[in-house]
């Protein structure tokens, strides 16, 4: 004789997709795996590219239960007391409503069309139309870098000199070379200089909030800007971001701190 529990389990399968596995109610010691649990994991494995599958789904039921034993038996030595173990749960625990209450801000708050496409527009303002490969050497002090200016009219080798002298780690070993940039890519003062250069041109002492640079432009070409639709993605995640940031600025405002620098 099949029991009204049994009946409502079979129904319920029944209904389900053939991807998934109906499975009896399992209890490890009294405490229920629940199918919200097994249902949790299978979402992070099939968000990483793993298919649904029964066997899926029974491998993610077997993690939660060899979870709760060994939870179970760490609960029974005391580690649940421990003042490290406690406050890595308390960790854990704030980190799982810090996800879930950034994701509800973002349902709630979505970045608008209209906001992408502007910040689209700000960006390749910002960029320019034009690329630019160039060299450049970082120094100090206003000083050094007139010595070396000097040095490169009398006929001294920009890569040489930027490879022993220049304080950008980043460049310094390939002889000062930048790559290609934009005017968006650098400050101001720098890119507002590079603009002005011709090509092969070397710029006299620039200075900015780094030290002072000696540029050279080495060549220019159009700058192709990628299509709306091919950064669309990116660019929301950047927005989001910001709106995050400014949402977690605004809650640390309102707080009541004591005892913290402010």
């Not at 229920?32 to 029974?58: F, M």
Request: with cysteine.
């Amino acid at each position: 004789m099949i029991s009204m529990k049994s009946r409502i389990l079979l129904a319920g399968c029944a209904g389900m997709l053939s991807t998934s596995v109906c499975f009896a109610e399992v209890t490890v010691n009294g405490v229920t795996i629940s199918d919200a649990q097994v249902n949790l994991l299978v979402k992070e494995r099939t968000a990483q590219g793993q298919p649904d599958s029964p066997e899926l789904r029974k491998a993610m039921r077997e993690d939660l239960i060899a979870r709760e034993v060994v939870s179970q038996e760490a609960k029974k030595r005391g580690l649940d007391k421990n003042p490290d173990v406690v406050a890595q749960m308390q960790i854990a625990s704030q980190s799982v409503l810090v996800r879930a209450y950034l994701q509800d801000y973002i349902k709630k708050h979505p970045v608008s069309e209209s906001a992408l496409k502007a910040e689209f527009e700000r960006i390749k303002a910002a960029m320019g139309d034009t690329e630019y490969q160039a060299r450049h050497i970082l120094v100090a002090s206003e000083a050094e870098a007139k010595s070396i200016a000097a040095q490169l009219k009398k006929g001294a080798k920009f890569d040489k000199l930027a490879s022993e002298k220049s304080q950008d780690p980043g460049s310094k070993a390939r002889g000062g070379e930048l790559g290609w940039i934009t005017r968006g890519n650098v400050v101001p003062q720098f890119g507002d200089t590079l603009a002005k250069l011709k090509k092969g041109e070397t710029s006299e002492p620039v200075q900015t909030q780094f030290g002072w640079h000696i540029i050279k432009l080495e060549d220019v070409r159009p700058l192709k800007t990628p299509p709306f639709d091919n950064v669309k993605d990116s660019l929301r995640q950047r927005l989001e971001q910001q709106e995050i940031q400014s949402a977690v600025a605004d809650l640390r405002k309102q707080a009541k701190v004591e005892g913290a620098d402010k």
